[in-house]
């Protein structure tokens, strides 16, 4: 069974930083690329960051471009987002999703429950 | 960046009901088209990817269409299960968006 679990969410600053955590297991994590998708409080979903199956490839959204930097270590079935300058906007639930193939082409077939994340002073 | 608008925002409709979903693309974008599903508190749900393929598991009465810019949902006849609201996503380029949400509520 496919499983996502985030970590790494909480209250933080304006301006600080926060890393956050997507643990895969039961598929071959190292054959997908993977993708955060946040969801704001009462909002639509907005896609965050991709990164391919080797890390050859990575996007970022315009609203994150230079502050957040997606990571993943295949050794341990494991994605990153490292969020730095932090600000009110980016308050939101956070979820690593999985792609149904190549680098998204297909959609995500599968998702976390999503980590929160509170930007305020 | 490609924008994804759907029509509408939201809808009520009734079990038994068939109902349709737009969405438009800003600029071409072939059948790289995927609609989900989210019920609240719960994560999206993939049901239809590539425009018109449905996803495992998904019910029939679901179905997608289009290409290019314009593109739809179906559901054949409303359950009550199917009451959530439903984004649609362009993967057509590396950075990928989604529209709005179109929430579908009871009659």
């Known amino acids: 069974e496919v499983q996502l679990v985030e970590s790494g969410g909480g209250l933080v600053q304006p301006g600080r930083s926060l890393r956050l955590s997507c643990a895969a297991s039961?598929?071959?994590?190292?054959?997908?690329?993977m993708h955060w998708v946040r969801q704001a409080p009462g909002k639509g979903l907005e896609w965050v960051s991709g990164i391919s199956w080797n890390s050859g490839s990575i996007g970022y959204a315009d609203s994150v471009k230079g502050r957040f930097t997606i990571s993943r270590d295949n050794a341990k079935n494991s994605l990153y987002l490292q969020m730095n300058s932090l600000r009110a906007e980016d308050t939101a639930l956070y979820y690593c999703a999985k792609v149904k193939s190549g680098y998204g082409d297909y959609g995500f077939d599968y998702w976390g429950q999503g980590t929160l994340v509170t930007v305020s002073s | 960046d490609i924008q994804m608008t759907q029509s509408p925002s939201s809808l009520s409709a009734s079990v038994g009901d068939r109902v349709t979903i737009t969405c438009r693309a800003s600029?071409?974008?072939?059948?790289?088209l995927n609609w989900y599903q989210q019920k609240p508190g719960k994560a999206p749900k993939l049901l239809i990817y590539a425009a018109s393929s449905l996803q495992s598991g998904v019910p029939s009465r679901f179905s997608g269409s289009g290409s290019g810019t314009d593109f739809t949902l179906t559901i054949s006849s409303l359950q009550p299960e199917d009451f959530a609201t439903y984004y649609c996503?362009?993967?057509?380029?590396?950075?990928?968006?989604f529209g709005q949400g179109t929430k579908l509520e009871i009659k």
């Open positions: 996503q362009q993967s057509y380029s590396t950075s990928c968006s």
């Open positions: 600029q071409s974008i072939s059948s790289y």
């Open positions: 039961g598929f071959t994590f190292d054959d997908y690329a």
